[in-house]
Every structure is written in C-alpha cells, then in structure tokens.
C-alpha cells in the first residue's frame, strides 16, 4: 500500500513545488497522493498552506457541501499539472535543454492565471496592527485553493527559478520538484538519504555484479 499523503516528505523547500510532488508520476501506475478531499486537507496542513483551525471551517464547509469539496479538489490538481508543466519548462539539464514543452506551459500560464485572478477576487486587504495584507481565502469553501493558487503564483514570481530542479529520473531519481537553496547550487536529488544514496547503493551492486567472473 502506498504510503498515507502525511508520510510524504517536503522536500521541495515551497508549498506549491511540495504540492506537484503530491502525484508519483513515474512507473506504469501513477499513484495520486490527494486521493479525496480529506486527504487534501491534511496535506494543506502538513503543508502549512492552512492553519489547523482554518481545516476546521474548511472541513465544516465541505462536509456541509461535498460538491464544494470536489470543485476544491478538482481546482487543486487543476493548479498541480499546470505548475508541473510550467516548472519542467523553466528547468534546464546539464546541456542547458528543459524537459518541458513551451506550449503547454504557455497554456497551464493562462490557466493558474485564472485560477489566480479568481482567488484574488475572494481575498480581501486585512488591517494588521502596522501594515496592510492580503489575505487569500476568505470563503471556507474555497479557502484551500485559493490559497494555493496563490502560492503558484508567490513561487513562479518570487522564487529564483534557475534554482528550481528535478531529482533526476534519467538517473534513478523520483522526480520530485524541488528548489535548490544550497549555496553553490550542487543540489542534485530530492533527498540523499533516500534517492542519492538508494541510486549509489544500485550502482554499486551492479558495478560488483559485472565484476563478478561469469560461472556459466
Ligand atoms: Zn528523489
């Protein structure tokens, strides 16, 4: 069985690169980590994309209105596949190529657009004791994906994009997102506790296996 959504490690170092790594995309089955709205939910707030107190009005709304929790989960993959395409777009392999397509990321742009505008429209200006924010997801409803589009939007804006990798799949790797915030940028797999080390310990099994004089 695989496992539970909140055994998933973040290691994507943004809630929106942690949320395309909710989709195992590799290998024959592709196994979808946010398999129902309940599993969304404490992914957002494993993620820190909502507080738990904030799952409670999400989980009262939902349950009050299971198409509203579907039209949420719907809008969350929605947003996932369109930041997936976009980030394999701007992510480039060592000969400087990207593994994405242009125009399907040009596509997903339009489409997080839109995602985003919508919650923009929910969110309202809020008066902190010393400043003015904008706080996304006003309605309970839609308080999961709004917040999440908006994180689309924070880490395609605001985050250093020539940071952003992919544990290297050509190489063993999962294929995890992730942003790379090591100083020099030598960050190459997701976790070397798992993917680096689970890729040298094959390697060198098979490096012995070939050292291995034939007895046939
Ligand atoms: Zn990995």
């Not at 400087?96 to 997903?108: F, H, L, S, W």
């Not at 489409?111 to 996304?136: G, K």
């Not at 997801?137 to 994009?161: C, F, H, Q, S, Y």
């Amino acid at each position: 069985m695989p496992p539970d959504v909140c055994q998933l490690p973040l290691v994507g170092g943004h809630p929106a690169l942690d949320l395309a790594n909710t989709l195992e995309r590799g290998g024959s089955s592709p196994h979808d980590f946010l398999s129902d709205s309940s599993a969304l939910l404490r992914w957002s707030v494993l993620a820190g994309v909502i507080s738990d107190a904030e799952a409670d009005q999400v989980g009262r709304a939902w349950g009050d209105e299971p198409a509203a929790a579907q039209a949420g989960l719907v809008a969350v993959r929605d947003i996932r596949e369109g930041l997936y395409l976009v980030m394999l777009a701007v992510i480039t392999d060592a000969d400087g190529g990207t593994a994405g397509d242009p125009v399907a990321a040009r596509a997903a742009l339009v489409a997080l657009h839109q995602r985003w505008s919508s919650a923009a429209a929910r969110a309202r200006f809020v008066l902190d004791p010393s400043r003015v924010r904008l706080a996304y997801g006003t309605v309970p409803a839609m308080l999961v994906p709004d917040r999440i589009a908006e994180a689309a939007r924070d880490v395609m804006l605001n985050a250093d994009l020539t940071r952003v990798r992919r544990c290297p799949v050509r190489e063993g790797g999962c294929g995890w997102l992730f942003l790379d915030q090591t100083r020099n940028g030598s960050r190459r797999w997701c976790r070397m506790a798992d993917c680096g080390n689970a890729v040298k310990a094959r390697r060198l099994t098979e490096r012995r296996r070939a050292a291995r004089p034939s007895l046939g």
